[in-house]
């Protein structure tokens, strides 16, 4: 009943911009935590960004500050990532993700925890040098 599909992946140059999207079915969006996580070949999933509900906490991976923004589309049931400047590193699949319950009030980025209960199939970036 609840699908979330990303899109926008694809091949881009080393300090290039790409932007995902990920269309969200079965929920309304603006009541669940929102994530994004990307998995490398050989590496752990981890988080890149998520945002909160009414937009509580919103939080990036260290090492894409400055770089990445999360967004949400209330009226397309949609939230998006843009990626500036891409690096080597940030070549992985990426998945977009959104928990149940909307609790904690805060999103994270652990992986781990297993805060998100709904998830995406994937949409692969490549970043070329």
């Known amino acids: 009943q609840v699908k979330l599909v990303e899109s926008g992946g694809g091949l881009v140059q080393s300090g290039g911009s790409l932007t995902l999207s990920c269309s969200v079915y079965?929920?309304?969006?603006?009541?669940?935590?929102i994530a994004w996580f990307r998995q490398a070949p050989g590496k752990e999933r981890e988080g890149v960004s998520c945002?909160?509900?009414?937009?509580?906490?919103?939080n990036y991976l260290d090492s894409v500050k400055g770089r990445f923004t999360i967004s949400r589309d209330s009226a397309k049931n949609m939230f998006y990532l843009q990626m500036t400047n891409l690096k080597s590193e940030d070549a992985a699949v990426y998945y977009c993700?959104?928990?149940?319950?909307?609790?904690?009030?805060?999103?994270?980025?652990?992986?781990?925890?297993?805060?998100?209960?709904?998830w995406g199939r994937g949409t692969q970036v490549t970043v070329s040098s």
């Open positions: 079965g929920i309304v969006l603006d009541y669940h935590h």
């Open positions: 945002i909160s509900t009414y937009g509580i906490s919103v």
């Open positions: 993700a959104a928990d149940r319950e909307a609790h904690p009030p805060t999103c994270g980025l652990i992986y781990e925890k297993g805060q998100y209960d709904y």
